[in-house]
């Protein structure tokens, strides 16, 4: 019944060298976002696709990028992962639109070590 | 820009009793969306409940109820008859209905007392 999918679940990565998380989904929805929930805080939004159009938020550093290349998957790429970089990543997805039921759905994260 | 706030980081309650989880929010948009979501501890965020602004009624879920104040921008969760599996962080959520974007709060870390 997995629905949103993230792996791997845990990952070590060197100060500096490139990381590649994964999510796919099963729900055939529109969007996939990608949030980084540092520990105890609010997850916050990275980026977000609607379809195959990119949308990042304004405060997203470069280092973080993504692709898309069908609709069950979304990858998230951090090219020079820093220290301050370690955190829990999110995927979550939705219908989209701006309706009450477009409700975003979570997967269950990966956890990005950086050594 | 749309906030939300969470004034309690960590709430504790008895099992089988009841907490009541807070939450502000500032808009000045008239069209919005409302979400409680749960995260235990190394597991996935999963949803609670969802309350439309246009609607009046709490949305109600199993032991999870709302009460909606929307004069006083207020939202906060009800949890009855608590169980230890409802120990998780809880957030707030506020997603625009000019947007989508949704926009979380600081989080309540509520601990369930056997």
């Known amino acids: 019944d997995a629905m949103v999918i993230q792996n791997p679940r845990y990952q070590v990565t060197q100060f500096g060298k490139p990381v590649t998380l994964s999510c796919s989904q099963t729900?055939?929805?529109?969007?996939m976002y990608w949030y980084q929930q540092k520990s105890s805080q609010a997850p916050k939004l990275l980026f977000h696709y609607y379809d195959k159009d990119f949308n990042n938020e304004a405060d997203t550093p470069d280092n973080f990028q993504s692709r898309r290349p069908n609709t069950s998957f979304c990858f998230l790429d951090i090219r020079s992962p820093g220290l301050g970089d370690a955190a829990m990543y999110l995927c979550?997805?939705?219908?989209?639109?701006?309706?009450?039921?477009?409700?975003?759905?979570f997967g269950p994260g990966t956890r990005l070590t950086v050594l | 820009a749309q906030t939300v706030t969470q004034s309690q980081p960590e709430m504790s309650v008895q099992e089988a009793e009841t907490v009541t989880l807070s939450c502000t929010y500032d808009t000045s948009e008239s069209d919005y969306y409302l979400f409680w979501y749960k995260q235990p501890p190394s597991r996935q965020m999963i949803l609670v409940i969802r309350q439309e602004a246009y609607k009046q009624q709490n949305a109600t879920e199993n032991r999870f109820s709302v009460n909606f104040q929307k004069a006083a921008k207020s939202f906060s969760l009800k949890i009855s008859d608590s169980q230890l599996g409802d120990a998780a962080m809880y957030f707030c959520?506020?997603?625009?209905?000019?947007?989508?974007?949704?926009?979380f709060g600081q989080g309540t870390t509520l601990q369930v007392k056997p």
């Open positions: 979550a997805t939705s219908r989209g639109g701006l309706a009450g039921t477009d409700t975003q759905y």
């Open positions: 959520a506020y997603r625009s209905g000019h947007t989508g974007k949704l926009i």
């Open positions: 729900l055939n929805h529109n969007v």
